[in-house]
């Protein structure tokens, strides 16, 4: 692999300024180097080979046939330098901390709002609060207990928060899977690097989830509630329920019986469940609280979660700080919870409910992301330097018709890293998306899933559009080190 033809417009995630090799990548840079064309292409289709073989699937609605495709996997990882990551840890903790406990503010005394640090007016608008939730107080005081942060890096370097994903966050499993791949292809770099590992993500998540139980000392029973086969992340789904050896089960599946407590249907008969990790959407979890006609929900599911009888991840309502506009007071939470500086800087926004913001989103959309407020997957947005005059003007009135669902973002200029090509390695942007599991203990996954954009120039890096994925390598520069003393004194 020729580096020597290899630029970038931006910060390069393995590759300097001056053509070397950063320090973390510099093992990788070298070992890759030392590879034919040949080679690379048949470690790529093996790697290729692997995903379809594991069926590592997600389902792209963008070409508008909605189908199941085979996720991209790019052969060259991401790296990262441990020392930098243990910072990145610490500020995703503290995120979590101040976000859990503004959750819980919500749906209790609200005193953000009466202390005029959140606006009441957000609050009301929300399409993400649940009255019904009001007043309960779930176990640990957990509100998120897994969240999926999206992390960017911009030309200077600066690593930013982008947005949280508190409501139903996926990718996981392809973060697991890609790691499975990377060591198949890349044995030998595994035996010599000192690569952090992922692995431990399923038995951490069992962990969170069976501490959660209402029936504490006994094995909990904890079931993974999926919309079906048809669901974009079904992949996911099945992955995570047999990776914690626990039940896969749909809305039918499950019952509340008279005693409130849920119930699983089995050959052997009714089973009490303790724990549901739900990945169903909030309002069609109960058709008795929610969408009445809802059939991928448990009838009573709320009724039996508000006695206390089963415990729910994450708990309904917690969306509500799963909001493009509720992004932008993060650190103003961290300072009013937790009385302290925000560790991870978040993206510059612009709130289009507030007129001066708005004012200047509207002169400036040519070159502002405008995104709406309770979108995913890279839906519903404006690349306002990419877009048509057509586009621009469109997105200025639905600003204006609804500020409250706009905010505004600058077009970072995203780091890059390489991908193989045909014509040797190219630079795509790309974006990294860590877990995050909170409880008593808060755990962060080494590194996370790095998603790239896998159309030259394209900041479009979801996998619901066309995105692909790398492996994330948290590297130990110290360990490296010390094993390049031994084997030289070897």
């Given at each position: ?22 320090p973390a ?41 909605n ?19 243990e ?39 929300s399409?993400?609060?649940?009255p ?11 509100w ?9 890096r ?6 930013y928060a ?18 499975m ?16 590992p ?38 996911e ?12 089960v ?9 005693d ?6 089995t ?40 006695a ?23 650190p ?57 005059k057509?586009?621009?003007?469109k ?5 204006e ?5 706009y ?5 970072l ?34 590194g ?21 994925a790398?492996d ?16 030289r004194?070897?």
């Amino acid at each position: 692999m020729d580096w020597a033809k290899y630029r970038t417009t931006t910060y390069d995630e393995l590759i300097q300024a001056d053509g070397q090799a950063r320090p973390a990548a510099r093992r990788l840079v070298e070992y890759l180097s030392g590879l034919s064309g040949r080679e690379i292409a048949e470690r790529q289709l093996a790697a290729d080979v692997v995903a379809r073989v594991q069926g590592i699937t997600f389902t792209v609605y963008s070409d508008g046939r909605n189908v199941d495709r085979t996720l991209p996997f790019d052969l060259i990882p991401r790296v990262i330098p441990r020392s930098e990551w243990e910072r990145t840890e610490a500020g995703l903790k503290q995120r979590m901390q101040a976000l859990n406990l503004f959750i819980g503010d919500i749906y209790g005394p609200q005193r953000i709002v009466k202390d005029k640090v959140f606006p009441a007016m957000l609050l009301k608008d929300s399409v993400n609060f649940r009255p019904q939730c009001v007043g309960i107080r779930p176990p640990l005081g957990v509100w998120a207990h897994i969240c999926g942060s999206d992390l960017v890096r911009d030309a200077d370097g600066t690593l930013y928060a982008l947005e949280d994903n508190l409501r139903i966050p996926s990718g996981v499993s392809y973060m697991l899977e890609n790691r499975m791949v990377a060591k198949r292809v890349f044995p030998e770099l595994f035996e010599t690097s000192s690569i952090l590992p992922v692995d431990e993500y399923p038995s951490q998540l069992y962990d969170t989830l069976a501490a959660l139980s209402p029936r504490p000392g006994d094995t909990p029973v904890i079931a993974l509630l999926t919309p079906g086969v048809f669901n974009s992340a079904y992949f996911e789904h099945a992955y995570l329920a047999q990776a914690m050896g626990i039940e896969l089960v749909e809305g039918s599946d499950l019952f509340v019986a008279d005693d409130d407590c849920t119930y699983m249907r089995t050959v052997y008969g009714p089973q009490r469940v303790d724990v549901v990790y739900r990945r169903v959407d909030d309002l069609f979890l109960d058709p008795e609280v929610f969408h009445p006609d809802s059939v991928l929900g448990v009838p009573g599911l709320i009724r039996s979660w508000r006695a206390g009888k089963v415990a729910l991840a994450n708990a309904p309502g917690a969306g509500v700080a799963d909001d493009k506009v509720v992004f932008a007071y993060v650190p103003k939470m961290i300072r009013y919870y937790l009385d302290e500086e925000p560790i991870l800087p978040n993206v510059p926004s612009y709130l289009c409910h507030n007129a001066k913001d708005r004012k200047y989103v509207l002169e400036h959309i040519d070159e502002l992301v405008v995104k709406p407020a309770n979108e995913s997957g890279g839906y519903g947005m404006l690349i306002g330097p990419r877009a048509t005059k057509r586009e621009r003007d469109k997105f200025r009135k639905l600003i204006e018709a609804n500020p409250r669902n706009y905010m505004a973002q600058p077009t970072l200029s995203l780091s890059t890293a390489p991908i193989v090509t045909d014509k040797g390695p190219s630079p795509r942007h790309l974006d990294l998306r860590p877990f995050i599991l909170s409880r008593e203990d808060t755990y962060v996954t080494t590194g996370g899933l790095t998603r790239v954009a896998m159309v030259p120039g394209s900041l479009v890096v979801n996998s619901s559009q066309g995105g692909g994925a790398k492996d994330t390598w948290v590297v130990d520069l110290d360990d490296e080190a010390e094993l390049g003393a031994l084997a030289r004194s070897a």
